[in-house]
């Protein structure tokens, strides 16, 4: 089981960007595929982006693409998710998840270890 620990949010003004990091320990890390999801206030939680075993394959979700890039440095243990342009919109925790599917997924069940959270709040 992976432990995963997001970093990264905070208070970001509308239009600015900002950079989430998912350290990840207690696996081999590059045999998981990685997703990051989101919850607003008072939403279920979505998918936002989720990125292949080396790398050379992403997904996004309608609502982020041409906003968001998924990478991962399979040396380093770790996966970020850059957001730019950002809309009041994209208020809300984002999740750092590890799943063993071998095809990627936006389906949240096929993801079996998350993190804690880090809090992105867009202002105006």
């Known amino acids: 089981q992976l432990q995963l620990v997001e970093s990264g949010g905070g208070l970001v003004q509308a239009g600015d960007s900002v950079r989430l990091s998912c350290v990840a320990s207690?696996?081999?890390?590059?045999?998981?595929?990685f997703g990051w999801f989101r919850q607003a206030p008072g939403k279920e939680r979505d998918f936002v982006a989720s990125?292949?075993?080396?790398?050379?394959?992403?997904m996004y979700a309608d609502s982020v693409k041409g906003r968001a890039t998924i990478s991962r440095n399979n040396a380093e243990n770790t996966v970020w998710l850059n957001r730019s342009r950002l809309i009041s919109e994209d208020t809300a925790v984002y999740y750092c998840?590890?799943?063993?599917?071998?095809?990627?997924?936006?389906?949240?069940?096929?993801?079996?270890?998350w993190g804690q959270g880090t809090q992105v709040t867009v202002f105006s």
């Open positions: 207690g696996g081999t890390f590059n045999t998981y595929i």
């Open positions: 990125i292949s075993r080396q790398g050379g394959g992403t």
């Open positions: 998840a590890a799943g063993s599917s071998v095809v990627l997924t936006l389906q949240q069940h096929l993801y079996a270890d």
